[in-house]
């Protein structure tokens, strides 16, 4: 009975590998075929339609202008990226804080979270007039939209795994004489790091979603030179293949954003959290 069943135990791990194999590879293969599909479907369109360059450029024109404006381009995605980098910087670092201080006080937060909520849901372009008022420096500006965007899903996500520790677990470091500080450091931290990673993910990409609409409010006095005031400038001048260019740009910078957090995510928790191990099984 062993013997013949053997054979049927064997084929059908075999058919599990070889359905793994392939879903792994449809993961990369199916996205970028449907991409080429659709850069295809977009010049075959310009084509067929004879539409002028001005209204919707070829794929190639706007590969050709990203090339030849690559030095513009790339200098202003500069400006965009060290805006978007110190806007996270200062949400991570005032999210977790602010999440650690909601954590030791129930009263803390009921106090000010409430604030944190109306800041969050209030949009970015209602608030700047208020800030283009009180702050003078055009980086500060930008930095601050692109802050308060950020701040909020460090900040609930933080407060949210600090929360969830299991009661018996809580219960058995205050059994052993652990106190506040060590409770945190110990076990209220490392619980939190996922939650914390996940609202990390989120928020990269709105610091670049609060860092480019910053810079396009900003952008009617000139004085921002980010990729959204190439946007603007390339819009005036009817020069669409540039403004393609510029929006490509934005979007396969969020791509890589989101990437490199995913992965810095997976790293931290790939040894110990259940997530991560069951990605590598």
């Known amino acids: 009975m062993t013997a013949t069943r053997a054979p049927a135990v064997d084929q059908e791990e075999m058919r599990r590998a070889r359905s793994e194999r392939l879903e792994r590879i449809g993961r990369w293969v199916v996205p970028l075929a449907i991409m080429a599909l659709a850069i295809w479907l977009w010049d075959r369109i310009c084509v067929w339609n004879e539409i002028p360059q001005y209204i919707l450029p070829r794929p190639g024109v706007v590969v050709q202008t990203l090339y030849s404006d690559a030095g513009l381009l790339f200098g202003s995605l500069l400006v965009t990226l060290k805006i978007t980098f110190l806007g996270l910087l200062l949400a991570v670092v005032g999210g977790v804080g602010l999440a650690v201080l909601f954590a030791q006080s129930k009263w803390v937060e009921m106090s000010f979270f409430p604030f944190a909520v109306v800041l969050q849901v209030t949009p970015i372009v209602a608030i700047f007039p208020l800030i283009n008022i009180y702050v003078d420096n055009q980086t500060a500006k930008l930095l601050l939209c692109a802050w308060i965007v950020a701040f909020f899903p460090i900040l609930s996500n933080t407060t949210l795994g600090l929360n969830s520790v299991d009661r018996n677990l809580r219960d058995l470091f205050r059994l052993n004489g652990a106190t506040r500080r060590q409770e945190l450091w110990h076990l209220r931290l490392p619980a939190a790091m996922p939650y914390f990673l996940g609202g990390l993910k989120i ?11 910053a810079e396009f409010v900003a952008g009617a006095s000139g004085q921002s030179s980010g990729l959204a005031s190439r946007i ?34 997976h790293l931290i928790l790939r040894r110990w959290h259940e997530s991560a191990l069951k990605q590598e099984a």
């Open 203 to 213: 928020a990269g990409g709105l610091s670049l979603i609060g860092a480019v609409v």
């Open 232 to 265: 603007i400038e390339a819009g005036y001048r009817l020069n669409a293949p540039r403004l393609f260019a510029a929006l490509i740009l934005i979007s396969f910078t969020g791509i890589v954003i989101f990437l490199v957090l995913s992965l810095v995510s």
